[in-house]
């Protein structure tokens, strides 16, 4: 997956590319618009990943350019400001999705996920599998090393999340979201609990240990070693 | 057009008023005076009349009459200006000072013989007052008719003069008010430089300067009153501002410094891989509670200008609580806190910002409720308001803290970041901005280890 970062702070442009890097992304960086909409336009992208104040033409404009010539690469963008009227115009202008700095490592890795994800109609599963945890999306059952577990709608949820995500570092907030509908910073407490409950009915009984807390950035399901 | 100044334009007014005043009045006084002159003009006339008249009769007797001409010229004619002229009815000219012809009437005069007519008239320049009367001429002699006349010009030469005179005082008058006007209006206007001199002293360091209402006239007390009440609300907002901005600096010392030594302990020599994850791990928990402080001090800091509602829907509020108790769930399961609620009711506004604000509400009774506590909500949809009631069992809160209890940074166990979950400590602020910006209400009662938030949303 090839991504194209813009972005001029230079701190924050190194950090990204060497953490999108490290996640197996191949990440070029353009530290001004113009080599932005160069690389953009010759170069084929996966998904560009576009701050808004950049010098020489700015997220806006590089966006405009780039729809303009009917290129289509996803685009998440990056702001500092946090108005409503910054969110709709990005929107508007063609972004698919943004992000308000300062954010998460973790949520910028699962919001590009979920972008690529997007547009690859892949079909429905009906049962999710990883080691000896089984989930039936239709039965709304859980099995593990074969035995039934019974867990409520959230516990269900959440371990759905998990499962379709195998080996994504999920963000608290992102669980919050996904699992509650709750799209705003709240007690984080709660993915806590919530998840140590999951665990202690799907991982605790049994040697396999599927759930593991990537610790300052959130829970991962994958079988490990 | 250009702003007047109050001092000018009062001066101005009283300038056209006194011009007003002093032109009627002088037209007033030159009508007086010419009438006057019109009565005396005649008085004198008739006088001349009469004297002439009665030296006319006299005339009858004695055998040897002195014609009239004679005792004219003798007796009557002493004065320059009048003209004397007596006719006989019969046409004749008996005697005549001046030349001027007088037009009497004569039919008239001999009509109404012993009556004084009157008249003006012009001849060229000059013009003349003149007055007439038909008497008897005695034993068989013809009547006669007495005409006299004055000549005016005099009189117009000197209401000439008199007007010009006039007019010159006029003048010199409208300049002396408007000038006693301008230092009225001065003098009135007095209170308007004292209030400016005073707001000229207000400063961002000296808000607490007012302007003294007492000794301002009434008609401008209660402009000072607003003023006042305007510099309350400065000041007020000002402070807040300062405290606000002091509590930011306080805020973010703790967990920078700790961030700081953190690091520093931690570069000072090599350690394990594990080690530095630790710390790393350990910084990323203090750097997304900094984050998530300036979320909330951004979030704050735009209600201040008045938050927009970003969205305005109508919905369900028990609904919304439903998903808040399953949100909660695990977490109050856990504490052993049960959450219940009753009612329920519409209400129209953005209904994230509404599941923010209940969302702190509940995470804060969840922190203070003891094993086995319960929180209670209660929706009733009244008559003019929607409310909603979220009560816990816990340790009552002390009056002195209810008062400050929605003010920013504000904990009333002042264990400031000694807990790991505890709060931003911003929690009640946003939530008070959320329900103000729907034009709501909170409140909150704390009595008897039972605590009440009450939410109170106008239709």
């Known amino acids: ?225 | 057009m250009p702003i007047v100044s109050l001092t000018t334009r009062l001066t101005l007014l009283f300038a056209l008023v006194s011009i007003a005043v002093f032109a009627s009045l002088g037209f007033l006084i030159k009508h007086s005076i010419e009438e006057h002159f019109v009565a005396q003009d005649f008085a004198e006339l008739d006088d001349k009349i009469r004297t002439t008249a009665n030296l006319v009769k006299n005339l009858k007797t004695g055998e040897n009459p002195p014609s009239i001409h004679e005792v004219m010229e003798n007796t009557v004619v002493d004065h320059d200006s009048i003209i004397i002229k007596i006719d006989s009815s019969s046409g004749g000219q008996l005697f005549a000072s001046g030349p001027i012809a007088f037009p009497f009437n004569k039919t008239q005069l001999l009509n109404k013989p012993g009556q004084i007519q009157r008249t003006a008239w012009n001849e060229g320049d000059i013009r003349y007052r003149g007055a007439a009367m038909a008497i008897a001429g005695g034993d068989g002699r013809p009547r006669l008719i007495l005409s006299a006349a004055i000549e005016t010009t005099r009189h117009r030469v000197f209401m000439q003069q008199f007007a010009k005179e006039l007019s010159g005082l006029m003048v010199a008058a409208t300049l002396f008010s408007a000038l006693l006007g301008w230092l009225v209006a001065r003098q009135g206007l007095a209170p308007l430089r004292l209030m400016r001199a005073k707001a000229k002293s207000v400063t961002a360091t000296r808000l607490d300067q007012r302007l003294p209402v007492e000794t301002i006239p009434a008609e401008l007390a209660t402009l000072a009153q607003e003023l006042n009440r305007m510099f309350d609300r400065l000041e007020e907002s000002f402070s807040r501002l300062t405290h606000f901005s002091s509590d930011i600096a306080h805020e973010l010392r703790t967990p920078i410094s700790n961030l700081m030594t953190q690091t520093q302990v931690s570069l000072s020599r090599a350690r394990s891989t594990q080690e530095y994850q630790e710390i790393l791990a350990s910084n990323v928990e203090e750097l997304e509670k900094l984050s998530r402080m300036i979320s909330d001090m951004l979030f704050l800091a735009k209600a201040e200008h008045g938050l927009e509602l970003p969205s305005r829907e109508h919905f369900a509020l028990e609904l919304e609580i439903v998903k808040l108790f399953d949100f909660y769930e695990a977490l109050a399961d856990e504490r052993q806190v049960r959450m219940q609620m009753q009612g329920s009711g519409e209400l129209i506004g953005d209904r994230l910002m509404i599941d923010r604000a209940i969302s702190n509400l509940l995470s804060n009774a969840i922190r203070y409720t003891p094993e086995d506590g319960l929180i209670d909500l209660h929706i009733e949809q009244g008559i003019d308001a929607l409310t909603l009631t979220i009560c816990n069992e816990g340790k009552t809160i002390p009056e002195q803290d209810l008062t400050y209890l929605f003010d920013r940074f504000y904990r009333c166990d002042q264990a400031r970041g000694h807990n790991e979950t505890e709060g931003t400590g911003l929690g009640l602020s946003i939530t008070r901005a959320i329900v103000n910006a729907h034009g709501g209400h909170i409140s909150v009662k704390s009595a008897n280890n039972r605590t009440c938030f009450t939410l109170s949303f106008p239709h």
């Not at chain 1, 998904?47 to 998440?76: C, F, H, S, T, Y």
């Not at chain 1, 799209?183 to 009984?205: C, G």
């Open chain 1, 1 to 225: 997956m090839k991504l194209l970062i813009v972005e001029d702070e230079v701190k924050t442009g190194d950090y990204l590319q060497q953490g999108l890097g490290e996640a197996g992304f191949n990440a070029d960086l353009a530290r001004t618009g113009l080599d932005g909409l160069n690389l953009a336009m010759n170069q084929p992208y996966d998904l560009i990943i576009l701050d808004v104040m950049l010098p020489e033409l700015d997220g806006w404009q590089l966006l405009q350019a780039i729809r303009k010539r009917g290129n289509e690469v996803p685009v998440l963008f990056l702001t500092a400001r946090d108005e409503v009227d910054d969110r709709v115009r990005g929107l508007e202008l063609g972004a698919d999705d943004y992000l308000i700095k300062p954010f998460a490592f973790s949520e910028l890795l699962a919001r590009i996920r979920s972008l690529l994800r997007r547009g690859r109609s892949s079909q429905e599963p009906t049962r999710l599998q990883v080691a000896d945890l089984e989930l039936d999306l239709v039965k709304r059952r859980v099995l593990k090393a074969g035995e039934r577990i019974d867990l409520t709608a959230k516990e269900f949820a959440l371990l759905e999340l998990m499962m379709r995500r195998e080996g994504e570092v999920l963000p608290r907030s992102l669980i919050a979201s996904q699992v509650w509908d709750m799209n705003f910073d709240s007690d984080t407490n709660v993915i806590e609990v919530a998840v140590r409950r999951l665990r202690a009915k799907v991982d605790d009984p049994y040697p396999r240990k599927l759930i593991h807390t990537v610790r300052g950035m959130g829970y991962v399901l994958e079988e490990r070693d």
